[in-house]
Structures are given as structure tokens and as C-alpha cells.
């Protein structure tokens, strides 16, 4: 069993910043990649970034691009999402979730195993 909590989520004026934290627990939580996903009411939820296991390679939506970074600290079972110079159009409830068995894409919500409970991002205009 994996258990994932995100942290770091609020409200946030237009053009500032939020760090996302998720801590993994229950497995060798270095062996595997890692994702971040949001949903905004009425939508689907959509795929943000992705990071291999050792760190090495990371994944990005184009709408996050250049503005949202990915990283991990295998030593403190920890994924971050740090989100600068955030939109309206970024609200929503981000998600980290583990992939166990990778299948072919990260940018997938079916690619992972297991998810965090969500941390509400909302960034007023």
C-alpha cells in the first residue's frame, strides 16, 4: 500500500508563486516516477508534470511550461511542484499520484497506481 499527502496549496494573487509538497510512504518510493495532476470544477482532471524515478527526466503540460518546475528528494520520499508566475485559469485541486508499472505515458491518468487526496490551488485575478 502507498499512502500519498500533498501540501503547500492556498490562495494566491495573479503572477505569484506556490510550492507543492507530496510525501510517499508504504514502498521503495525512489524506484518509481511521479506525477502531478489538477482538476477544476466541471472538468476532467488533466495531467501537469511527471518525474522519473531518479530525477533525471521530467515531463511538463505546455500550459505549465517555463512557469512550473518538478523535482524530488528521494531521501525525504518527497515530490515538489514548484508553480511560479500562476494564472486564474491554474485553480484547481492539484493531485500527486506514483506510477508503479509504467505502460507508456505519463501524461496518462490510467499510467499511475496511486493518488493523493488533493490540495486546492486558487489564484485570484
Known amino acids: 500500500q502507498v499512502q500519498l499527502v500533498e501540501s503547500g496549496g492556498g490562495l494566491v494573487q495573479a503572477g505569484g508563486s506556490l510550492r507543492l509538497s507530496c510525501a510517499a510512504s508504504?514502498?521503495?518510493?525512489?524506484?518509481?516516477?511521479m506525477g502531478w495532476f489538477r482538476q477544476a470544477p466541471g472538468k476532467e482532471r488533466e495531467f501537469v508534470a511527471a518525474i522519473s524515478w531518479s530525477g533525471g527526466s521530467t515531463y511538463y503540460a505546455d500550459s505549465v511550461k517555463g512557469r512550473f518546475t518538478i523535482s524530488r528528494d528521494n531521501a525525504k520520499n518527497t515530490v515538489y511542484l514548484q508553480m511560479n508566475s500562476l494564472k486564474p485559469e491554474d485553480t484547481a485541486v492539484y493531485y500527486c499520484?506514483?506510477?508503479?508499472?509504467?505502460?507508456?505515458?505519463?501524461?496518462?491518468?490510467?499510467?499511475?497506481?496511486?493518488w493523493g487526496q488533493g490540495t486546492q490551488v486558487t489564484v485570484s485575478s
Open positions: 508504504g514502498r521503495t518510493f525512489s524506484s518509481y516516477a
Open positions: 499520484a506514483v506510477d508503479l508499472y509504467y505502460s507508456g505515458s505519463y501524461y496518462e491518468v490510467y499510467e499511475y497506481d496511486y
